[in-house]
């Protein structure tokens, strides 16, 4: 992994576990696509004085040349992610479907369709 790895926690102690979890999916991303230039990960658990469930929610940001890509799971819907480590899982997932995305489109896979006004034939006079 050649690039750099910023992690953080709200409302929760750090967990070294996790944060190992967290590199090794973020090396799987660098392998995905090797021009990630910086990546932001957050780990937030909910507030104390919630009663029921805790839904952890993982936000990401890859910096790549030219453009960010953000994963949010900030509403997490399944109560599976009252687990920690598949809100990660479920998260990096998702940021590596949005990278295979954007490489596609800068390798020319995707097409990109006309606008409408370059179809219409200017007005004759």
Do not use: W
């Not at 990630?36 to 009663?51: D, K, M, N, S, Y």
């Not at 990660?88 to 990278?99: E, I, P, Q, S």
């Not at 295979?100 to 219409?120: F, L, T, Y």
Request: charged fraction near 30%; glycine fraction near 4%; charge should be positive.
């Amino acid at each position: 992994m050649d690039f750099p790895l910023d992690i953080s926690f709200r409302n929760m102690d750090p967990s070294p576990a996790v944060e190992a979890r967290i590199r090794e999916k973020a090396a799987k991303l660098a392998r995905l696509y090797n021009r990630i230039v910086g990546c932001t990960v957050v780990v937030e658990a909910p507030h104390r004085h919630q009663h029921k469930g805790k839904l952890y929610n993982v936000h990401i940001d890859i910096s790549v040349p030219g453009k960010d890509l953000v994963v949010d799971r900030a509403k997490p819907q399944d109560h599976a992610h009252e687990d920690v480590y598949l809100a990660v899982r479920d998260a990096f997932n998702a940021a590596g479907r949005r990278l295979e995305d954007h490489a596609r489109r800068m390798r020319g896979d995707v097409k990109n369709h006309p606008s409408q006004r370059d179809d219409v034939a200017p007005p004759a006079e």
